[in-house]
Each structure stands twice: as C-alpha cells, then as structure tokens.
C-alpha cells in the first residue's frame, strides 16, 4: 500500500496519456496555445504500461485514462487491456470530450475500461460551441450514444458550470441525464492556468440548494466510483447528482491519487507544483524495484493540500497538462 506523510492511502492513479486536445474550452486550453510537450518527450504506451504495473504492485486498485483528450492517442486500448491485467486492478476509467467516442467506445469496453465521463457542458450547440470552441455537439451525442449501447458499468457526465454561459442549462442536463441514467457530475472551475482562473469564480453550493429543492435531493453517503464528488439522489433514485468543489469544499484531507502526465512527471497534487519525473528513471533502464522505490518516495513528497482559494494565481499550468 502507498501511504503519504499525512496517513492517506494513495490507490487511485489518474494517466494522462497526451495533453493534446481537438477541443479550446474557455477553462481549460487557451486559443493558440503552444505548450505543448514534443513527442520525443512522451512515454510511450509500454513505458506508460510499465508504471502502472508498479503501481499495481504497490497496492493502487483504480486508474483512470484521461488527458488533454486520450482518444486522440492511437492505441488506447491496447493500453487499458494492459492495465486490466495487472492483478488487483479493480477499475479502469476514462475522461473524454465524447467527440471521438463513437469510433472507439466499444473497443474500450472490450479492453477493459468499465466506466466512463463524458465532458458535456450544454446541449445547446451554440453554448457548446462558444466553451469548447467546436462545432462539436452533434458528435459528442453520437459518442455518447454508442457509449450507452456499449454497455460500460456507468456513464457521468462532467459539466462545469459558468456564471452567464451555461449555469442556466442546469435543468435542461439534469433531464438530459435523468432519461439516460447518466450521473450529472458538477464541477467548480478551478484556477489552473490564466483560462481556469478567469473563470474560477462559481461556488456550487448555490447551485446545489437549487437542484436540491428542484429535484427533492437528499444526500447519498456511499461511494460511487472512488473519485471527489459528494451525491445527492432524488427519492425515486432516477437522478444522481455529483458535486466536486474543489473551491467552496475542498476535500483535501481524503484525496487517494497522484497522477502521471504524459511526459511521465509524477503531479503529487493537481494544485501545486510538485512532481517527480519518472522517465529519466525508465529511459536509464531502472529495474522494477528502483521504480517501485521512487514511486514510493514520492508519495512521501505528496502536499496536504491545494492553495486554489487563498493563491489563485500559483498554478500556470493549464489542466490538460497535468491529466484532469
Ligand atoms: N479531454 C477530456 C475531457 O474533456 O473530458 C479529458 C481531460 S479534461 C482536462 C478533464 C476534465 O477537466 C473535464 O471534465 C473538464 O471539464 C475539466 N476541466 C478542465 N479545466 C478545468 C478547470 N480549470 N477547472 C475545472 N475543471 C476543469
């Protein structure tokens, strides 16, 4: 088992697997950007496969595929099925913007990845459009829907609401995910990187006592997934609601995960700056011991906590290139 400094057991490892993305959302990518990491920086899919044997080793039972967007990395699946066979593996999961969905979703199922969350802030396309930058709705739907048909154990669907973009399609998602028997999970924009921070300034707890009494919520204290977000459930239990407020409610005392970009840094907490680079480790030709040795060292250098609220402007890093 990974434990760190403040005794939380780390067993959940977030891949990012490019932090290149098809889509610009107004909170995340800014237009024209050029940061970009170079190929030659990469970890390939087996070097990428390779540590997360080691986690495996070191007791982690859940990994999540995300990026930038993973469909754009060829050869995903193949990956997962990797994962799938590391023993103790109990979850694999993805994060997608859906617009690649439909080519991929059932091989992803095959290879393994049981759940999935589809980014999707509106379903007004010009809405969609105007945050993502795309054209993208018509696609995103599809993807979703031959993602329902795939079978994958349970499908979220991430919004991140915006004061004056989107906040008022709250109901409209709710519907949306109701007739689906998809989880609408809410997300507070955080302040990563100049697009994150200028939108940084929506607490869902407003936004919470307004579903709540729209919908008869009441909370739900089990798990669902092992992630951040806390639940409500209309009575009838045919709508779910997720709550992630990392601003109004940080949950820092409970995170379970590091995540591993698609350079191979080891990102100890989404909101600070330290990390290890495993690569270098990887491409001296380290054996697994010496990788399960600086995995374990660097969960030690794991922070207690983020500082998005009192220093918004810390992180300059934008979410794609950490894997959100
Ligand atoms: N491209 C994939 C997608 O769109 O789902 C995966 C990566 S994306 C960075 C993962 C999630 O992070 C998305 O649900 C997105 O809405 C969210 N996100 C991006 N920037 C954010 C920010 N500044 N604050 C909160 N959530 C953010």
Same mark, same amino acid.
């Given at each position: 088992m990974l434990t760190d400094t403040f005794g939380r057991t780390i067993d959940y490892l977030r891949i990012s697997?490019?932090?290149?993305?098809?889509l610009r959302c107004t909170y995340c990518l800014p237009q024209g950007f050029k940061g970009f990491a170079v190929p030659k920086d990469w970890l390939t899919l087996e070097e990428t496969a390779r540590i997360a044997a080691a986690f495996a080793r070191l007791g982690t039972k859940r990994f999540r595929l995300t990026g930038?967007?993973?469909?754009?990395?060829?050869?995903l699946a193949d990956l997962a099925a990797d994962i799938a066979r590391?023993?103790?593996?109990e979850d694999i999961s993805l994060t997608t913007n859906g617009t690649q969905l439909a080519k991929h979703a059932r091989a992803l199922r095959e290879a393994g990845v049981r759940r999935l969350n589809i980014s999707l802030d509106s379903l007004r396309g010009d809405c969609v459009k105007q945050i993502t930058?795309?054209?993208?709705l018509p696609q995103v739907l599809e993807g979703i829907e031959t993602a329902k048909a795939a079978g994958f154990e349970r499908i979220k669907i991430n919004m991140v609401p915006l004061k004056g973009i989107n906040d008022a399609d709250l109901d409209d998602m709710a519907a949306f995910c109701i007739r689906h028997g998809f989880i609408l999970n809410l997300i507070e924009a955080m302040p990563m990187g100049s697009t994150g921070q200028e939108h940084?300034?929506?607490?869902?707890q407003p936004v919470l006592a307004q579903l709540q009494q729209k919908f008869g919520l009441i909370p739900f204290e089990g798990s669902i997934g092992g992630g951040p977000a806390r639940y409500w459930k209309s009575a009838d239990s045919s709508f779910t609601l997720g709550l992630i407020t990392?601003?109004?409610?940080?949950?820092c005392a409970t995170c379970n995960r590091v995540r591993l970009s698609a350079t191979g840094n080891l990102h100890l907490?989404?909101?600070?700056e330290d990390k290890v680079a495993l690569r270098p480790l990887l491409r001296d030709g380290c054996t697994d011991a010496e990788l399960e040795t600086a995995i374990r060292e660097a969960v030690m250098r794991? *922070?207690? %906590?983020?500082?998005? !609220?009192?220093? *918004?402007? %810390?992180?300059?890093? !934008?979410m794609a290139a950490t894997g959100g």
């Open positions: 697997v490019t932090d290149r993305c098809d930038g967007e993973p469909l754009l990395r060829k050869g590391c023993e103790g593996v930058g795309a054209d993208c940084a300034n929506v607490s869902l990392p601003m109004s409610r940080h949950f907490c989404l909101g600070q794991k *922070p207690e %906590k983020h500082e998005f !609220v009192e220093n *918004p402007k %810390k992180i300059i890093r !934008v």
